[in-house]
């Protein structure tokens, strides 16, 4: 069983920056999609940044967050992290970590990111 646990959220002011951590504990095996999912009131999930955990570790973004936010990855730690730059009020959403394998979606409980002045 995999478990997700996100860490790092909080109250920031429009500018800012915030890094999330995610803990995965639990074993996968074969090729997996990491990734950044949030929510914000009233809207549906939506993934922001995605990490194929095999080959070279291809990225990619959502349109709204590329060029800002940052997916990396310390295997050493099994820790997924979302590098957050220059946040906007837009920004604000419960953020969760996503461990997809194809067969099962993993999400973490999620960490609330405020972005207001």
């Known amino acids: 069983q995999v478990q997700l646990v996100e860490s790092g959220g909080g109250l920031v002011q429009p500018g800012g920056s915030l890094r999330l951590s995610c803990a995965a504990s639990?074993?996968?095996?074969?090729?997996?999609?990491m990734g950044w999912g949030r929510q914000a009131p009233g809207k549906q999930r939506e993934l922001v940044a995605t990490?194929?955990?095999?080959?070279?570790?291809?990225?990619n973004y959502a349109d709204s967050v590329k060029g800002r936010f940052t997916i990396s990855r310390d295997n050493a730690k099994n820790t997924v992290y979302l590098q957050m730059n220059s946040l906007k009020p837009e920004d604000t959403a419960v953020y969760y970590c996503?461990?997809?394998?194809?067969?099962?979606?993993?999400w973490g409980q999620g960490t609330q990111v405020t972005v207001s002045s």
């Open positions: 996503n461990i997809n394998t194809g067969k099962v979606n993993y």
């Open positions: 639990g074993t996968i095996f074969g090729i997996y999609i």
């Open positions: 990490l194929i955990s095999g080959g070279g570790g291809s990225t």
